[in-house]
């Protein structure tokens, strides 16, 4: 019998008993250094969405692509596209074994408003335990998790299946080329299951699985007044505000009660069954927490439905941003020429991107008084999914989670997209599993961003025991 210091498991001859033993000591004689490289991928700023940064994206694909090869991955490649490259590399153990296809990404979103950050965004800092950094917890931190893990296995107690790593730079900007990449590496991206950590659970204590991600349709309109700015004394009054009309025009969207007024929107919308709901709304949520954690009084949202419906089941139309006219230092009188606003819908099962970004821009046109003009120009889209929880996948997953949390896992829906995964469907056949370790309070997207290295841990711990039961149960 074996010493093991950080065991408060009775250690005996039951052969899952030691795997677990053995991944739980590889990650405490291993941290410090999981840490640090983690630190050094996420000093890389890889933004994907601003040219500037085109270089130090290569760069973190190359970091990638190293640290894979490090980890024992063979055919570690950085297929370059029209965009940002793809990561890929792959360790096949016997080809008898089920293959899973690892999907994260290694680009992050910009970071400003940098003044908001109370630690610069790609110097990672350790606070109250949780890593402070843009892309800590989307999708740097997940992604890397296995990595890791892949490592762990290789040292420790081997691979228990197939694995192949798909890392790309272009999933914050819509992943315009890794549909290309797809559909011409087939052969080569063949696998069992796609496994993504780039989601969030509900807690520690209340690990869950997201089974859905929203679609998304994503557009940019433009109201156009006169052919030049003018004085707001001299014309004002007698020739229509763009930004007046614009703001008009986005208030008409949603009605009284909440409800998106674009004629057709919820046609294809799949509305669930009681139980459905009953079973959606017993997630443990506590909305006092929600209100105090984001500085609001009150919640707000489609009339008849509670918050996890309206961020899970039903879609939604928000402005990301707008403007026009004069924005900076002090006062100027000006009536502006134009106003802009880019505009996002969150779709759910079974609406169509393309179908929905085509009737709000004959809804939008139409609704334009004639004192103007208003293009809508389309950006990326995505569909949205259902994952099943029926699948091998599923439970392997659910087993992973309630053997290293000691819990099952809640099945809830996520209010984010991931368009890739409904490609992944289309173009490979292949159903994906949603096993995300971060949290809806980790700042996506936002300034402080963070992870808990806890979570970052857990995720590690819990990745080997996915490849062992999915292989037990395949
Ligand atoms: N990881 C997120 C998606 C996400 C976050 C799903 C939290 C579920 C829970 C992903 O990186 C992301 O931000 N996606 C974008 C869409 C993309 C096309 C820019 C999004 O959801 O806005
Ligand atoms: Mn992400
Ligand atoms: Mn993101």
């Known amino acids: 019998m074996g010493f093991y210091p950080f065991s408060n498991q009775i250690i005996n001859f039951d052969d899952k008993l ?10 405490e004689q291993n941290k410090q250094r999981f840490l640090d490289e983690l630190f050094e991928l996420l000093r890389f700023p890889s933004i994907s969405a601003d040219p500037k940064y085109k270089e130090d994206v290569a ?22 596209t029209a965009g940002h490259p793809i990561v890929y590399g792959e360790k096949i153990v016997d080809p008898n074994k089920p293959t899973v296809l690892v999907y994260g990404h290694y680009d992050v979103q910009p970071p400003d408003p940098l003044e908001l950050w109370k630690t610069p965004p790609f110097e990672p800092t350790v606070r109250d335990g949780k890593i402070y ?7 740097k931190g997940q992604f890397y998790m296995h990595v890791k893990a892949f490592e762990l296995m290789l040292q420790t107690d081997g691979l228990p299946c197939n694995i192949k790593f798909m890392i790309e730079g272009e999933e914050e900007v819509g992943s315009d080329n890794l549909g290309v990449f797809v559909s011409e590496n087939k052969e080569r991206l063949k696998a069992d299951v796609v496994l993504i950590s780039d989601t969030s659970m509900i807690s520690l204590e209340n690990p869950s699985l997201e089974t859905g991600l929203r679609g998304l349709s ?4 433009e109201v156009q007044g006169p052919n030049r700015d003018l004085h707001s004394g001299v014309y004002g009054g007698a020739v229509a505000n763009p930004a007046i009309i614009l703001a008009k025009m986005i208030a008409s969207l949603h009605d009284e009660n909440n409800h998106i007024t674009i004629p057709g929107f919820y046609d294809d919308v799949v509305t669930l069954s009681e139980e459905e709901r009953e079973a959606l709304n017993k997630a443990p949520f506590d909305i006092e927490e929600y209100k105090e954690d984001l500085g609001i009084e009150n919640v ?3 009339k008849g439905y509670t918050t996890l419906e309206r961020t899970g089941i039903r879609p939604t139309l928000e402005v990301n941003g707008i403007w026009g006219g004069y924005t900076g230092e002090g006062a100027k009188t000006v009536l502006p020429a134009k106003a802009s606003a880019k505009i996002s819908m969150r779709l759910v099962p079974n609406q169509n991107s393309n179908k929905i970004t085509e009737i709000f821009k004959n809804h939008f046109k139409r609704i334009a008084p004639d004192t103007v003009t208003v293009s809508v120009k389309p950006h ?18 659910s087993k992973a989670i309630e053997k290293s949390f000691g819990k099952a896992p809640i099945p809830t829906r996520g209010g984010g997209s991931i368009p890739i995964v409904a490609l992944f469907e289309q173009e ?3 159903k994906t599993v949603l096993m995300g370790f971060g949290l809806d309070s980790d700042n996506l997207h936002s300034p402080n961003e963070k992870y808990d290295i806890a979570n970052y841990l857990k995720g590690i711990e819990t ?10 149960l395949s």
């Open 380 to 397: 990326h889209g995505g569909e949205p999914v259902v994952t099943p929880t029926d699948s091998v996948a599923y439970r392997a997953a």
């Open 133 to 139: 950094a843009r892309g800590a917890c989307d999708d």
């Open 18 to 27: 030691f795997v677990m033993q053995n991944i739980k000591n590889y990650i």
């Open 428 to 430: 490979l056949g292949i």
């Open 463 to 472: 990745i080997p025991l996915f490849h062992k039961y999915f292989n037990e």
């Open 300 to 302: 707000w949202g489609e």
């Open 59 to 80: 760069r973190t694909a190359t970091f990638v692509a190293d640290k894979l090869r490090a980890a024992g991955a063979d055919k570690v490649e950085v297929c370059p």
């Open 218 to 221: 994503y557009v940019e309109v």
